[in-house]
């Protein structure tokens, strides 16, 4: 069993949220922790200049309330809403946390990745901790 599982989540493709969750929920020991991270794409600056100012903060804030929404049928889950690069960003959250297994949804790839989604299979290949795929 595992005491600090991540639990990144994709709000586009919410079938596959709860399905996370639940098998984070499975593998969690006693008085352990899950947390659902949602990472934003950063906006490229030559778009973010035309953006008001508060624009990135207001997107971060709304994705928190969503990602909030979102996990309310499981209040035992902290949710946290960042911004960067999906698959970097959560093997960063991951090693700065003390992540001990991440669960991470695949939805069906393209033929790039035919096996695993672009990101859960970044998160496979470079993970330090274990990583569990739920398909």
Do not use: W
Request: hydrophobic share 45%; net charge negative.
């Amino acid at each position: 069993m595992y005491s600090n599982i991540l639990v990144p989540v994709a709000l586009d493709h919410r079938p596959t949220i709860s399905d996370a969750v639940k098998a984070a929920e499975k593998l969690l020991s006693d008085g352990g922790k899950i947390t659902a991270l949602n990472v934003m794409d950063p906006v490229p600056a030559y778009v973010a200049q035309y953006l008001p100012d508060d624009q990135l903060d207001r997107n971060l804030t709304e994705r928190r309330g969503l990602l909030a929404a979102e996990m309310a049928g499981a209040p035992h889950v902290e949710t946290v809403a960042i911004t960067g690069h999906a698959a970097q960003s959560i093997l960063d959250f991951a090693a700065k946390n003390d992540v001990d297994c991440i669960v991470v949804a695949s939805h069906d790839p393209g033929l790039q990745d035919y096996f695993l989604g672009s990101t859960a299979g970044r998160v496979v290949r470079h993970a330090h901790c274990a990583v569990h795929v739920v398909r």
